[in-house]
């Protein structure tokens, strides 16, 4: 060991070394339980990020740890390459997405190994190369011909600066996830994946996934969204076809006023042709196009909607009402039409009110008479149907069965179950992302590509058009294909899948990455899945994981995998946040730019004064970012990673602290200190592994701490406490040196050898490379990775005097310390001699001494 710490050396050595001698090679090996850990696989940026270097190194210490405890882990890292960035990127800087992902994949890779990650690299895919989106294409082509794909036209989520189609999930408050811009009402013929076939076993594997967070699982309920009800057929005056409404409470059936459709329902601009209704039905479907139509939009919006001039039939009283469309339905959601009960409802009591309509009153509810006229909100409480044909008088709970019963009887309705969920559009109208693999034939209609003819290859050489759209539709040499089936000309398909798709079983195709054969090798996906732990962000909750879960039971289905669930545990990490810095001249400033070295930090670029704003989520846009490249520079690989798991619990959010980084390269100095220190001797010596009694003094002392450690450790990084692991780690450090400013310094060079190398094991999967370095320097063989996890023995954590509270009447008086061994009349006798005790005890009846064994004892008098 050299005398002074050196990271950038020493990790770059032990990196090549690690990767020379194939270390985290990983295959099937029945003799061994095995362990797959994997975290959330990046997009191809070009740079990683602080939320990366966090994710990554928490996964990282876990896969470390299992490996050491005797696990055969997988632990591989791949890229989730296709998507619009890599567009928007190549049109911004007159590149090719290809070139860019692909380049930007090189860097990220180089970055991830500067960091030490155990990955098996052996492993690695990118899902824009053909090796790997071919087995999506031939899933696709096999769910499609078992009717779970199909192709439709309506209204979708329309981003015109992304040119794309986006699912409900991708639109966040009336704008793209992506760019940010708003988006718009467009119909298209677009391709679905069924996974509202699965609905209810996805709600019913909630409750099955005990290794989840709560928080997850309450997203997932609520985006799947059962409800149940009834369906309700209303007729329609002068036509023969009627109106499908759904609703949860049947009960009030008698109280609709109006129906109101979603503006996207078919029967909108039917029902207006040719009455005086016509053209403002027209502009408020305008107008509608225009605007966010997603679940989240419409429960803030004010209430709109336009008359269509027709009427509907209640089916229960007979009465007339009119129909209007509104801007509260959902085409999506149940049958995308409404029956408006304005006086038990308070969306439609708000509209009934903004455009005059009535609120008949259905269920009154005990001890007082609702008034239509005076009514100030809808009642949703329970109550007693009045006005309500042979049903007034009932109770309406009761009434909704009963309602229900007499509408299937009367074949004008039945009871019913709907979900929030809706099937899965997955087309989109962009270039980088996986080809669907059909082909549109005047004669023969949709067939699929033969499966010999896949993959079904995007042209990488393809020139990118300047509004970001696809090029495929104008590249003849693309799109211009025989029908499989009659050899005519026909038209190949040129949407591309979302990019979703490709991360929902991209953990299965890590178990055999190179199987040119099939999807994936059927044998080492029996012996590796499910993943065991999986990391990543909560934002991912309604999308990739819900997605994940669809994916693996429609292979569960097909018969290729033998289980539901894909990720049996499951980390939600939290953000890394750092303040803000703002100059008033150059507005949000990255750390680097501000001095902080003067009593008021200023402004590296004006030298105005800065101010320090509020602890935020790291961002670009707020410049409130650390480069871990600069961190890896200054500090090196581990000293980053300490401080990544030591600053905060792995679920928190972690708040960047310069003060902390500079605290977890110095305690690794003191550790390299410590190593120095006994170094000469420790190399020489066994590690002492005798009996705790036959050591004296400050050895003993060193030898019970150093197992008492290795409990905690193991304790704490099995329950993910990795900030509580490290603590006890610097504990340990901290007596030892202590002990030796008080001459108490260890003799044993046994003692010396067992408290190092039990250093360099428990933090080896937190610091690898500056273990690794200390135990060679002690002569240890090998890679530190392959070594067995300390054990601790019990007879060793045995104390040989312990520190006793002493309470009179529940409060602290005295503190005495007795043999680990004392019996409780011994315990009891030291504590009412304590001298703090005898002073409030004194001239009063002794009437109790309750005895903690090991803890306290606690004197009652009166």
């Known amino acids: 060991m050299s005398d002074t710490y050196n990271p950038l050396e020493i990790e770059e050595k032990w990196q090549k070394s690690w990767d020379s001698d194939g270390v985290f090679q990983v295959h099937e090996d029945r003799e061994k339980p095995k362990y797959y850990l994997l975290e959330m696989f990046p997009y191809p940026s070009g740079k990683i990020h602080m939320g990366h270097v966090r994710n990554y190194t928490i996964g990282d210490v876990v896969a470390r740890y299992k490996r050491m405890r005797g696990f055969n882990v997988l632990h591989p890292m791949g890229w989730d390459a296709f998507g619009m960035p890599a567009e928007n990127a190549a049109i911004q800087n007159n590149t090719h997405p290809a070139a860019w992902t692909y380049e930007n994949i090189d860097s990220m890779r180089k970055q991830l190994k500067r960091l030490g990650f155990s990955y098996d690299w052996d492993r690695e895919l990118a899902t824009c190369t053909p090796e790997y989106y071919r087995w999506e294409q031939w899933l696709f082509i096999r769910m499609f011909e078992k009717?779970?794909?199909?192709?439709?036209?309506?209204?979708?989520?329309?981003?015109?600066?992304?040119?794309?189609?986006?699912?409900?999930?991708?639109?966040?408050?009336?704008?793209?996830?992506?760019?940010?811009?708003?988006?718009?009402?467009?119909?298209l013929w677009q391709w679905y994946f069924r996974i509202t076939d699965y609905a209810q076993d996805l709600l019913d594997y909630c409750d099955r996934l005990p290794g989840w967070p709560e928080k997850v699982t309450t997203m997932q309920k609520n985006w799947i969204g059962k409800s149940t009800g009834a369906r309700i057929r209303f007729g329609i005056e002068g036509r023969e076809d009627g109106i499908d409404v759904f609703t949860t409470r049947p009960d009030t059936?008698?109280?609709?006023?109006?129906?109101?459709?979603?503006?996207?329902?078919?029967?909108?601009?039917?029902?207006?042709?040719?009455?005086?209704?016509?053209?403002?039905v027209e502009a408020f479907l305008g107008k509608m196009a225009r605007q966010e139509r997603t679940a989240k939009a419409i429960e803030t919006a004010e209430k709109e909607g336009v008359f269509t001039g027709s009427y509907a039939i209640n089916p229960v009283s007979g009465g007339s009402v009119p129909i209007y469309a509104g801007n509260f339905v959902l085409m999506e959601y149940g049958t995308g039409a409404v029956m408006g009960v304005p006086a038990h409802d308070q969306r439609d009591f708000d509209f009934a009110a903004?455009?005059?309509?009535?609120?008949?009153?259905?269920?009154?509810?005990?001890?007082?008479?609702?008034?239509?006229?005076?009514?100030?909100?809808?009642?949703?409480?329970?109550?007693?149907?009045?006005?309500?044909?042979?049903?007034?008088?009932?109770?309406?709970?009761?009434?909704?069965?009963?309602?229900?019963?007499?509408?299937?009887?009367?074949?004008?309705?039945?009871?019913?179950?709907?979900?929030?969920l809706r099937d899965w559009g997955i087309s989109r109208q962009r270039y980088w992302g996986t080809?669907?693999?059909?082909?549109?034939?005047?004669?023969?209609?949709?067939?699929?590509?033969?499966?010999?003819?896949?993959?079904?290859?995007?042209?990488?050489?393809?020139?990118?058009?300047?509004?970001?759209?696809?090029?495929?539709?104008?590249?003849?040499?693309?799109?211009?294909?025989?029908?499989?089936?009659?050899?005519?000309?026909?038209?190949?398909?040129?949407?591309?899948?979302?990019?979703?798709?490709?991360?929902?079983?991209?953990?299965?195709?890590?178990?055999?990455?190179?199987?040119?054969?099939?999807?994936?090798?059927?044998?080492?996906?029996?012996?590796?899945?499910?993943?065991?732990?999986?990391?990543?962000?909560?934002?991912?909750?309604?999308?990739?994981?819900?997605?994940?879960?669809?994916?693996?039971?429609?292979?569960?289905?097909?018969?290729?995998?033998?289980?539901?669930?894909?990720?049996?545990?499951?980390?939600?990490?939290?953000?890394?946040?750092?303040?803000?810095?703002?100059?008033?001249?150059?507005?949000?400033?990255?750390?680097?730019?501000?001095?902080?070295?003067?009593?008021?930090?200023?402004?590296?670029?004006?030298?105005?004064?800065?101010?320090?704003?509020?602890?935020?989520?790291?961002?670009?846009?707020?410049?409130?970012?650390?480069?871990?490249?600069?961190?890896?520079?200054?500090?090196?690989?581990?000293?980053?990673?300490?401080?990544?798991?030591?600053?905060?619990?792995?679920?928190?959010?972690?708040?960047?602290?310069?003060?902390?980084?500079?605290?977890?390269?110095?305690?690794?100095?003191?550790?390299?200190?410590?190593?120095?220190r006994y170094q000469d001797v420790a190399r020489k010596a066994v590690a002492y592994n005798g009996e705790l009694a036959a050591l004296s003094g400050g050895d003993r002392d060193v030898f019970r701490k150093t197992h008492q450690t290795i409990k905690k450790v193991a304790e704490d990084v099995d329950r993910f406490h990795f900030n509580t692991a490290i603590s006890a780690v610097m504990e340990l450090v901290n007596a030892v040196f202590a002990a030796g400013e008080k001459g108490e310094d260890i003799q044993h060079a046994g003692v010396a050898r067992h408290l190092i190398e039990s250093i360099c094991l428990m933090l080896s999967p937190v610091v690898p490379h500056f273990t690794q370095e200390i135990w060679a320097a002690l002569g240890g063989e090998g890679a530190l990775p392959e070594k067995a996890w300390p054990r601790w023995r019990e007879d060793a954590l045995q104390e040989d005097s312990i520190l006793v509270v002493v309470q009179v009447n529940g409060k602290l008086r005295d503190r005495v310390t007795l043999p680990a061994d004392a019996d409780e009349e011994s315990i009891k006798a030291a504590a009412l001699a304590a001298e703090g005790a005898v002073r409030f005890m004194e001239g009063k009846e002794v009437k109790k001494v309750i005895v903690v064994k090991g803890k306290l004892v606690n004197i009652v008098v009166g």
């Open 147 to 187: 009717g779970m794909v199909y192709r439709k036209e309506s209204f979708v989520n329309f981003c015109d600066p992304c040119q794309t189609v986006l699912a409900n999930e991708q639109v966040e408050d009336g704008a793209c996830w992506r760019c940010g811009r708003e988006v718009r009402q467009k119909k």
């Open 354 to 420: 903004r455009y005059g309509l009535p609120r008949p009153v259905v269920v009154q509810p005990a001890g007082e008479k609702l008034d239509e006229a005076t009514m100030q909100e809808a009642w949703t409480g329970p109550g007693t149907l009045v006005n309500s044909e042979s049903f007034s008088g009932m109770d309406n709970v009761a009434a909704q069965t009963a309602i229900a019963d007499w509408l299937q009887a009367k074949n004008a309705g039945e009871k019913a179950e709907r979900f929030r």
């Open 435 to 676: 080809p669907i693999p059909m082909i549109h034939c005047d004669t023969c209609g949709i067939v699929p590509v033969p499966e010999e003819d896949l993959p079904v290859r995007l042209p990488e050489d393809a020139g990118l058009l300047a509004n970001g759209g696809s090029p495929l539709g104008s590249l003849a040499s693309f799109y211009e294909v025989t029908c499989p089936k009659c050899g005519k000309k026909a038209r190949r398909d040129t949407d591309t899948m979302d990019t979703f798709v490709e991360s929902s079983w991209y953990f299965l195709r890590y178990c055999s990455p190179k199987e040119e054969r099939a999807i994936f090798n059927r044998e080492a996906v029996a012996y590796w899945m499910p993943v065991d732990q999986y990391i990543g962000g909560v934002e991912h909750a309604v999308m990739h994981l819900l997605y994940s879960r669809y994916f693996t039971r429609v292979l569960e289905a097909e018969g290729l995998v033998d289980f539901k669930e894909p990720f049996t545990n499951l980390l939600t990490q939290g953000m890394v946040c750092k303040e803000t810095t703002t100059c008033k001249e150059h507005g949000f400033l990255y750390p680097e730019e501000v001095d902080f070295s003067k009593d008021t930090p200023i402004c590296t670029k004006c030298g105005n004064p800065v101010s320090i704003g509020r602890v935020e989520k790291m961002s670009k846009s707020k410049r409130n970012v650390v480069d871990p490249t600069l961190l890896l520079d200054r500090y090196g690989a581990d000293t980053t990673r300490l401080f990544c798991l030591f600053a905060a619990p792995p679920e928190r959010d972690l708040e960047w602290s310069d003060t902390g980084v500079e605290g977890s390269f110095r305690f690794l100095n003191r550790v390299w200190r410590l190593a120095l």
């Open 253 to 280: 059936v008698c109280g609709a006023s109006f129906v109101c459709l979603a503006p996207e329902h078919p029967l909108v601009t039917a029902l207006a042709a040719g009455n005086t209704q016509a053209p403002e």
